[in-house]
């Protein structure tokens, strides 16, 4: 078997952006002659190209049987805590190993999504679940998604955290799309011998640079509860090929699940990582 390092695969990601791929819509004759209603699923969302910001989720609903393939990874270099020498020598976080996520998500029904995540954090194992209630149209101002999940670590044997929380969207012209993502999550201080909670309101946006290019920024500030640490922020620089969207990202957190974003990010912390994600419709 060949092994790639990690920076081998970084260089193959952004070959693969740099050259393209045919776009999804473009795939489907069947889509590209039948007109996109409001409510189609289907149809493409210049503004909202991804079902995430960098680790926050949006409200891009997934058409019925269809997939999402989404990789997130974290190296695990401080860039604010070394020299510029010494994370040139590591090749900026590379070579120190990295928090990887695997998510995928299918469509169950019209405007109801499951989805399943593990992360090699603790092993940990998420299911949730996301309802788009409605979309920005003409007649409604925002979109609406509701969201549920119950995480476990050791492969979802021991620690299961429910979640609930709901998105919030606005679409500002083709310039730009914000977001509000209220989240309450339960046990979010395992093993104490009170239960914690943490209610958190994350808020996010995208801005359009280019047709395809995108700036992304997201901070999930603590309302109440458990709240170590700092509040999780990252910003991103995004690239939509066709069905495919690629993210360079910058957090102060590895976090990605709904009760890790709840217990915040490192204080003077910066990682280096990617997002990778591919539209199966």
Same mark, same amino acid.
């Given at each position: 078997m060949?092994?790639?390092?990690?920076?081998?695969?970084?260089?193959?990601f952004?070959?693969?952006?740099?050259?393209g791929?045919?776009?999804?819509?473009?795939?489907?004759?069947?889509?590209?002659?039948?007109?996109?209603?409001?409510?189609?699923?289907?149809?493409?969302?210049?503004?909202?190209?991804?079902?995430?910001?960098?680790?926050?989720?949006?409200?891009?609903?997934?058409? *019925?049987?269809?997939?999402?393939?989404?990789?997130?990874?974290?190296?695990?270099?401080?860039?604010?805590?070394?020299?510029?020498?010494?994370?040139?020598?590591?090749?900026?976080?590379?070579?120190?190993?990295?928090?990887?996520?695997?998510?995928?998500?299918?469509?169950?029904?019209?405007?109801?999504e499951?989805?399943?995540?593990?992360?090699?954090?603790?092993?940990?194992?998420?299911?949730?679940?996301?309802?788009d209630?409605?979309?920005?149209?003409?007649?409604?101002?925002?979109?609406?998604?509701?969201?549920?999940?119950?995480?476990?670590?050791?492969?979802?044997?021991t620690?299961? *955290?429910?979640?609930?929380?709901?998105?919030?969207?606005?679409?500002?012209?083709?310039?730009?799309?914000?977001?509000?993502?209220?989240i309450w999550?339960?046990?979010?201080?395992?093993g *104490?011998?009170v239960?914690?909670?943490?209610?958190?309101?994350?808020?996010?946006?995208?801005?359009?640079?280019v047709?395809?290019?995108?700036?992304?920024?997201?901070?999930?500030?603590?309302?109440?509860?458990?709240?170590?640490?700092?509040?999780?922020?990252?910003?991103?620089?995004?690239?939509?090929?066709?069905?495919?969207?690629?993210?360079?990202?910058?957090?102060?957190?590895?976090?990605?699940?709904?009760?890790?974003?709840?217990?915040?990010?490192n204080p003077?912390?910066?990682?280096?990582?990617?997002?990778?994600?591919?539209?199966?419709?």
């Amino acid at each position: 078997m060949i092994r790639r390092s990690p920076a081998t695969l970084l260089a193959f990601f952004l070959s693969f952006i740099a050259h393209g791929v045919t776009p999804a819509h473009a795939q489907s004759p069947t889509a590209a002659t039948q007109p996109a209603g409001e409510d189609d699923d289907e149809k493409l969302r210049p503004m909202e190209p991804d079902f995430t910001l960098v680790n926050l989720p949006t409200t891009l609903p997934l058409p *019925a049987h269809a997939g999402n393939f989404h990789l997130t990874h974290r190296f695990n270099e401080n860039l604010r805590r070394d020299s510029f020498s010494t994370q040139a020598s590591n090749l900026f976080g590379l070579d120190e190993g990295a928090t990887i996520q695997l998510e995928y998500r299918f469509g169950v029904l019209k405007h109801l999504e499951a989805i399943v995540s593990r992360t090699n954090v603790d092993r940990d194992i998420q299911f949730s679940a996301k309802y788009d209630a409605f979309h920005q149209s003409a007649s409604t101002p925002i979109g609406f998604s509701a969201i549920a999940g119950v995480e476990g670590g050791n492969n979802f044997r021991t620690r299961r *955290a429910p979640a609930l929380g709901a998105v919030v969207s606005r679409t500002l012209a083709s310039v730009a799309a914000v977001y509000a993502t209220p989240i309450w999550a339960h046990d979010t201080l395992p093993g *104490a011998a009170v239960t914690q909670h943490t209610f958190y309101v994350g808020i996010g946006t995208r801005v359009r640079v280019v047709p395809t290019v995108f700036v992304v920024a997201e901070m999930s500030p603590r309302v109440s509860g458990y709240t170590p640490g700092d509040a999780e922020y990252a910003f991103a620089f995004e690239k939509r090929v066709g069905a495919h969207v690629f993210s360079l990202t910058f957090a102060n957190s590895s976090a990605t699940t709904y009760g890790q974003l709840a217990r915040g990010g490192n204080p003077g912390a910066l990682y280096l990582g990617f997002n990778l994600a591919r539209k199966f419709f």
